[in-house]
């Protein structure tokens, strides 16, 4: 089954009771049994859902995987990964990462006696260089939030295999359509389902996708015991919103290039990331891993200035100053002081979070009104 097909159909059956064509929202609790232990598969929605079952098994295909799981916000798909480790373990990760991963990270886990280092991951060694026999897990970002940096799956998957680590990615920002890290050899894949693939802006939700039986188990496990499942209604429109993935994104890539391009031509801003342009670094990396380039786009303006950036994400009117990506509309964020403001700001400089970075999702919208909407907003 093709991709486009698998949005539509994977994981996905008429209701059995009815025939209803979309998945029904079981708005339940709990299930009667018909005696104890004797029941249809489900009960008690903490431990398993209906509804959330079919988007688990639509979410998994989508990604080539076996196993799915959903949980109330991506941040909780992440603090799932986590505790499969053991105090002492060592986690490897890039420097140029989500504010809220970075948060959980330090602010959470390691009081607990996890451990994590954060490094440049465009160059491979760099990991070589910290991996030792405490280190458990590599987690991945690529495309990475914010500076758009493109990191190779497949030549870090070869490094963590010969010592026996496990390798997470977060695919948020390219979405299975464009990019399927299982199928490049990593353990685990991980969504804030919020973005792209609700691809609406009503859901908060995130996901994982594994193909090791062992590491399903765990997930499960802790996804029960922990209990941060998501709802039956926002599953519902998840697989709602699923059903248009390959049109959106395929919208959000082909306005993203022409953004990316006008803001190339800006005598106002100093350098556009986008993995799109030949000059990007691993821009073959990124052609050799993903099926297009992606509507994320950050920018930095000429001179630095943190008014004339705070300026321009003031007076768009198509690109909505707001938190979050992926949806059919535009977003404009000022990373520095809202996405990555838990970062400090010493570390943000250093990965090139400067004080005029400004990062764009670019929606479904036509591609010249946006254009239009952000000449408006350089204009003084």
């Given at each position: 089954?093709?991709?486009?097909?698998?949005?539509?159909?994977?994981?996905?059956?008429?209701?059995?009771a009815?025939?209803a064509?979309m998945?029904?929202?079981?708005?339940?609790?709990?299930?009667?049994?018909e005696?104890?232990?004797?029941?249809?598969?489900?009960?008690?929605s903490?431990?398993?859902?209906?509804?959330?079952?079919a988007?688990?098994?639509?979410?998994?295909a989508?990604?080539?995987?076996?196993?799915?799981?959903?949980?109330?916000?991506?941040?909780?798909?992440?603090?799932c990964?986590?505790?499969?480790?053991n105090?002492?373990?060592?986690?490897?990760?890039?420097?140029?990462?989500?504010g809220?991963?970075?948060?959980?990270?330090?602010t959470i886990?390691?009081?607990?006696?996890?451990?994590?280092?954060?490094?440049?991951?465009?160059d491979?060694?760099?990991?070589?260089?910290?991996?030792?026999?405490?280190?458990?897990l590599?987690?991945?970002?690529?495309?990475?939030?914010?500076?758009?940096?493109i990191?190779?799956?497949?030549?870090?998957?070869?490094?963590?295999?010969i010592?026996?680590?496990?390798?997470?990615?977060d695919?948020?920002?390219?979405?299975?359509?464009?990019?399927?890290?299982?199928?490049?050899?990593a353990?685990?894949?991980?969504?804030?389902?919020?973005k792209?693939?609700?691809g609406?802006?009503d859901?908060?939700?995130?996901?994982?996708?594994?193909n090791?039986?062992s590491?399903?188990?765990?997930m499960?496990?802790i996804?029960?015991?922990?209990?941060?499942?998501?709802?039956?209604?926002d599953?519902?429109?998840?697989?709602?919103g699923?059903?248009?993935?390959?049109l959106?994104?395929?919208?959000?890539?082909?306005n993203?290039?022409k953004?990316?391009?006008?803001?190339?031509n800006?005598p106002?801003?100093?350098?556009?990331?986008?993995?799109?342009?030949k000059?990007?670094?691993?821009?073959e990396?990124a052609?050799?891993?993903?099926n297009?380039?992606g509507?994320?786009?950050?920018?930095?303006?000429?001179?630095?200035?943190?008014?004339?950036?705070?300026?321009?994400?003031?007076?768009?009117?198509?690109?909505?100053?707001a938190?979050?990506?992926g949806?059919?509309?535009?977003?404009?964020g000022?990373?520095?002081?809202?996405?990555h403001?838990?970062i400090p700001?010493?570390?943000?400089?250093?990965?090139?979070?400067?004080?005029?970075?400004?990062?764009?999702?670019?929606?479904?919208?036509?591609?010249?009104?946006?254009?239009e909407?952000?000449?408006?907003?350089?204009?003084n």
């Open positions: 089954m093709k991709f486009n097909t698998k949005v539509i159909h994977a994981g996905i059956h008429p209701d059995p009815t025939g064509i998945t029904p929202i079981y708005q339940t609790s709990t299930y009667v049994q005696e104890i232990g004797v029941h249809k598969g489900f009960e008690y903490r431990t398993g859902n209906p509804t959330r079952a988007l688990e098994s639509n979410l998994a989508l990604e080539s995987g076996k196993y799915g799981a959903c949980f109330g916000s991506g941040l909780a798909a992440i603090d990964v986590i505790k499969m480790l105090p002492g373990d060592e986690v490897i990760s890039t420097n140029d990462l989500y809220g991963s970075y948060r959980i990270f330090k886990f390691e009081k607990y006696g996890i451990n994590f280092h954060f490094v440049d991951m465009v491979v060694q760099n990991i070589s260089n910290e991996i030792n026999d405490k280190t458990k590599i987690w991945i970002e690529t495309p990475t939030n914010p500076m758009m940096n990191i190779d799956v497949k030549s870090i998957v070869e490094i963590a295999k010592k026996r680590i496990k390798v997470a990615v695919n948020t920002f390219a979405t299975p359509y464009l990019q399927r890290p299982l199928e490049l050899g353990d685990i894949v991980m969504h804030s389902v919020t792209y693939l609700g609406h802006s859901v908060v939700m995130g996901a994982l996708v594994t090791d039986e590491l399903a188990e765990e499960y496990r996804q029960n015991s922990s209990g941060a499942v998501c709802g039956p209604m599953s519902f429109l998840v697989l709602r699923v059903k248009t993935l390959h959106r994104v395929q919208r959000h890539c082909e993203g290039e953004v990316a391009h006008f803001l190339h800006n106002q801003v100093d350098q556009v990331y986008w993995p799109g342009f000059t990007h670094p691993n821009h990396v052609k050799e891993q993903m297009g380039f509507g994320m786009i950050s920018f930095t303006l000429v001179g630095d200035s943190l008014d004339k950036a705070k300026s321009i994400v003031s007076k768009t009117k198509l690109f909505t100053l938190e979050s990506l949806g059919v509309e535009s977003l404009i000022h990373p520095s002081t809202m996405t403001a838990s700001r010493e570390e943000r400089m250093k990965s090139g979070v400067l004080d005029s970075l400004i990062r764009l999702s670019v929606g479904i919208e036509d591609a010249s009104d946006l254009i909407d952000l000449e408006n907003a350089f204009k």
